[in-house]
């Protein structure tokens, strides 16, 4: 498992300036990632608000990414979300993908292929997220919230300024999920599904 932040989240505070910010909160996903057992944590270093699915650097920069990792699968939000930068990330997920294929743009390593399969993960609290598809993970709960609580200058923000355990909120929604499937624990996926983004693998863990 490779990952991949595209904002560095560095708007997320009233009191902590933006260059400290942003280095706080890619400390904080690196010691996420190495919890779960992430191979590499990249950062795109794209302040918030920022991110565009047009930017052709922010493309390459995806792309580049995904030469490197060469993956059998890409997870990326959902393409209808909350905010700006989520929307235009799956946009940048899916553009740089194709964009990895082409051996004209690849600059650093080698190019690899256009269609990759590709999923959206659930939306936040499962807001007009349509499920497809269902992930037992029941095993996993416990140490995704801990990964998650490794975030901690962030779910302390959102405690404080949007008054939401976000913690607490992570774990109702995958239970909610479960209910849906019949497990505990679940979380919910569904398939971008276009040209030569399907695969004949069962693909999800």
Not at 31 to 40: F, P
Request: aromatic share 10%; proline share 4%.
């Amino acid at each position: 498992v490779y990952m991949c932040h595209v904002a560095n989240v560095d708007q997320g505070h009233v009191i902590i300036p933006q260059e400290e910010l942003g280095g706080i909160r890619e400390q904080e996903a690196e010691n996420a990632g190495k919890l779960i057992g992430a191979k590499e944590v990249f950062n795109l270093n794209v302040s918030d608000m920022q991110v565009n699915r047009h930017d052709q650097a922010q493309i390459d920069a995806v792309a580049d990414v995904v030469r490197y990792c060469r993956p059998d699968v890409v997870i990326t939000h959902n393409t209808e979300d909350y905010m700006q930068d989520h929307v235009e990330t799956s946009c940048l997920a899916t553009n740089g993908c194709f964009a990895a294929g082409l051996p004209h743009r690849s600059f650093n390593h080698p190019a690899y292929k256009s269609f990759i399969p590709t999923f959206f993960m659930d939306s936040l609290a499962g807001v007009n997220f349509d499920p497809a598809l269902y992930v037992d993970i029941t095993s996993q709960i416990e140490t995704k919230l801990q990964a998650l609580a490794m975030h901690e200058s962030q779910i302390k923000w959102m405690l404080e300024h949007d008054n939401i355990d976000f913690v607490d909120m992570v774990r109702t929604c995958s239970k909610y999920r479960g209910y849906q499937c019949g497990v505990p624990y679940a979380e919910a996926f569904r398939p971008y599904n276009v040209y030569q983004r399907y695969s004949t693998k069962h693909l999800l863990p």
